[in-house]
């Protein structure tokens, strides 16, 4: 290829590999060098790495991993169809060491493709910014890698999306210095892996839920099944973990996943809060020659009667601080024996939180008429819970204010959403509750609720189906999602996509309804704006995401929809 075939790369490129000497030599640079090639020259310079270094050391053998495990068949089908003799293709995991190799030149005779081991490289580079990354020639630290373009792609853990190391492609130096012609392979390479942990890991997690359903086939056993990801509890282990032993527990267990190496073994020091001493044995659960998870078994000792549940915490799903605040100023009003007002939004969880409340109280909803019986079974001592005190009709609020003059101690909880100004009677009867209220926060003021709550409204598992799990961009569009419906409007999303989907494997963010999905407009739209978005956000839909399809099938520019999607989102 001649320098009049591209004009503008070849000085380019030139230009910057004097850059490069100079900087070895300590000179002064010329101006135009990226700052973030300089700025990665300097940390290379920073380690204490030899630009003139041939190898990394003596060849190891590469750790065994899930990622390794999953990726070597498909990195074997694709290498027949590359030119290994000009072509090189490499798996790395997060440090990034190099797990598998494929081709003859350029040659890749390090193991270790760390910044601190070989200075600038894609692979290393693809993991610090979490997206695909080019580097080209002598944007390299190392003189081994002058003549070198290397492209490496992200591959990241279906469910969760932590990185889990690359897909790299290097070639002889690429003139035009982007796109790399590797990138398409190494795109589809890191999809392909991508694809098969996703299918290992469903295989692996039906395997950890039938071990749990044989373990918790006796009724009322105390039974968890743990894989640091999952975490499928049984009623009677709920009843006696809290929330605290439960966490050190599965720390406990997980850390024998990880360990593998033994295949049954007891845990003594996990005391439950009941004093009872009881000892947990884990039986960890092999699938496909590892450790994939682990049952454990609360371990029953003589006798144990256990007690009713006190009433100094409540079985409800949140641990945020608004949550925790509220709940526990609840608890503490509700130690004695006087009326208490729970106020919140719709669907924010008052009623569930005043049923934890009370035991075994009388239910009364204010919107379907008036009150007569249950008001009497209050004044002969029985708790009454009454929902929507919003709507009370005028003669009841008249009688529960009369009834709280006489006797301030009734064994009454109320859950009242504020709207309308109330008339004076209802007034009256919120100004005499005021400094006994509890104000439940929305869901939008307690995002980092929303994956207990996810835990807590999934519906129970299908013997030999998996639970329903989410990956992590749905989980972060659902955080992001306002909630107008609290908690409420998260129940039947979770409810629609248990009993309606027919895909398996986690959730994504494309089976999101598309409010929650591209969460809320920055700025007020107008009705045209409005519905123009809504034909933009369901033409995605319809088309996988993929933006150059989405712009064909609406009549539009690619540039065009772009500006529109940059404009709706702020």
Same mark, same amino acid.
Do not use: M
């Given at each position: 290829m001649t320098t009049a075939e591209h004009p503008t790369a070849r000085p380019a490129l030139a230009s910057l590999r004097r850059a490069r000497e100079l900087f070895l030599r300590g000179h002064q640079l010329p101006d135009g060098v990226p700052e973030e090639v300089l700025a990665a020259w300097k940390r290379a310079r920073f380690f204490g790495v030899r630009h003139d270094v041939r190898e990394s050391g003596p060849a190891v053998s590469p750790p065994e991993s899930p990622l390794l495990t999953a990726a070597r068949p498909v990195l074997e089908r694709i290498a027949p169809t590359l030119d290994t003799g000009r072509t090189t293709l490499v798996l790395t995991d997060d440090r990034p060491r190099v797990l598998w190799a494929t081709g003859a030149a350029p040659d890749h005779p390090h193991h270790d493709l760390s910044e601190q081991a070989v200075g600038h490289n894609s692979a290393a580079l693809a993991l610090h910014t979490r997206r695909r990354a080019e580097v080209h020639g002598p944007e390299h630290f190392l003189d081994l890698w002058q003549d070198v373009s290397g492209v490496s792609v992200p591959v990241r853990e279906p469910e969760t999306g932590r990185l889990l190391g690359t897909v790299t492609?290097?070639?002889?130096?690429?003139?035009?210095? *982007?796109?790399?012609?590797?990138?398409?392979?190494?795109?589809?390479?890191?999809?392909?892996?991508?694809?098969?942990?996703?299918?290992?890991?469903?295989?692996?997690?039906?395997?950890?839920?039938? !071990?749990?359903?044989?373990?918790?086939?006796? #009724? *009322?056993?105390?039974?968890?099944?743990?894989?640091?990801?999952?975490?499928?509890?049984?009623?009677? !282990?709920?009843?006696?973990?809290?929330?605290?032993?439960?966490?050190?527990?599965?720390?406990?267990?997980?850390?024998?996943?990880?360990? *593998?190496?033994?295949?049954?073994?007891?845990?003594?020091?996990?005391?439950?809060?009941?004093?009872s001493g009881r000892t947990v044995t884990v039986t960890l659960v092999p699938h496909q020659g590892s450790v994939i998870g682990a049952v454990?078994?609360?371990?029953?000792?003589?006798? %144990?009667?256990?007690?009713?549940?006190?009433?100094?915490?409540?079985?409800?799903?949140?641990?945020?601080?608004?949550?925790?605040?509220?709940?526990?100023?609840?608890?503490?009003?509700?130690?004695?024996?006087?009326?208490?007002?729970?106020?919140?939004?719709?669907?924010?969880?008052?009623?569930?939180?005043?049923?934890?409340? !009370?035991?075994?109280?009388?239910?009364?909803?204010?919107?379907?008429?008036?009150?007569?019986?249950?008001?009497?079974?209050l004044v002969k001592g029985r708790p009454l819970l009454i929902r929507h005190v919003e709507r009370l009709a005028q003669p009841d609020t008249a009688t529960l204010n009369s009834l709280l003059d006489t006797h301030p101690g009734m064994p009454l909880l109320m859950t009242y959403t504020p709207g309308a100004a109330p008339g004076p009677c209802l007034q009256r009867l919120l100004d005499t509750l005021a400094a006994r209220s509890v104000t439940?926060?929305?869901?939008?003021?307690?995002?980092?609720?929303?994956?207990?709550?996810? %835990?807590?409204?999934?519906?129970?598992?299908?013997?030999? #189906?998996?639970?329903?799990?989410?990956?992590?961009?749905?989980?972060?569009?659902?955080?992001?999602?306002?909630?107008? *419906?609290?908690?409420?409007?998260?129940?039947?999303?979770?409810?629609?996509?248990?009993?309606?989907?027919?895909? %398996?494997?986690?959730?994504?963010? %494309?089976?999101?309804?598309?409010?929650?999905?591209?969460?809320?407009?920055?700025?007020?739209l107008t009705p045209m704006e409005r519905a123009e978005r809504a034909a933009i956000l369901e033409a995605l839909r319809l088309n996988g995401g993929n933006k150059t399809r989405t712009a064909a099938a609406l009549g539009i520019g690619r540039a065009t929809l772009y500006r529109k999607l940059r404009g709706y989102r702020g």
């Open positions: 492609v290097s070639c002889a130096l690429c003139v035009e210095c *982007g796109p790399h012609p590797g990138a398409p392979v190494a795109e589809a390479a890191a999809i392909a892996v991508e694809a098969e942990l996703l299918s290992r890991s469903r295989a692996a997690e039906r395997v950890l839920l039938d !071990a749990y359903l044989r373990a918790a086939g006796e #009724q *009322g056993r105390a039974v968890l099944a743990l894989d640091g990801r999952n975490r499928f509890v049984s009623e009677a !282990a709920g009843r006696l973990l809290s929330p605290e032993e439960l966490e050190v527990l599965e720390r406990r267990v997980v850390a024998l996943v990880r360990e *593998g190496t033994r295949t049954r073994t007891r845990l003594s020091d996990i005391r439950l809060s009941d004093g454990a078994v609360l371990e029953p000792v003589g006798h %144990t009667i256990t007690s009713a549940p006190s009433r100094t915490t409540v079985g409800l799903a949140g641990r945020s601080l608004p949550w925790r605040h509220a709940v526990g100023r609840a608890v503490e009003l509700a130690a004695s024996p006087e009326p208490l007002l729970i106020v919140g939004e719709r669907g924010s969880g008052k009623t569930s939180l005043a049923r934890e409340l !009370a035991t075994d109280p009388l239910i009364a909803d204010a919107a379907e008429g008036e009150l007569g019986a249950e008001l009497e079974e439940v926060p929305a869901l939008r003021e307690r995002p980092d609720d929303i994956r207990e709550l996810l %835990t807590s409204l999934t519906p129970g598992p299908t013997p030999g #189906q998996p639970p329903l799990t989410w990956t992590l961009d749905a989980l972060r569009a659902l955080e992001r999602h306002p909630w107008p *419906g609290n908690v409420t409007e998260l129940a039947h999303l979770v409810r629609a996509l248990a009993e309606l989907r027919r895909s %398996t494997g986690p959730v994504r963010s %494309t089976e999101l309804p598309d409010p929650v999905r591209e969460g809320p407009a920055p700025r007020p």
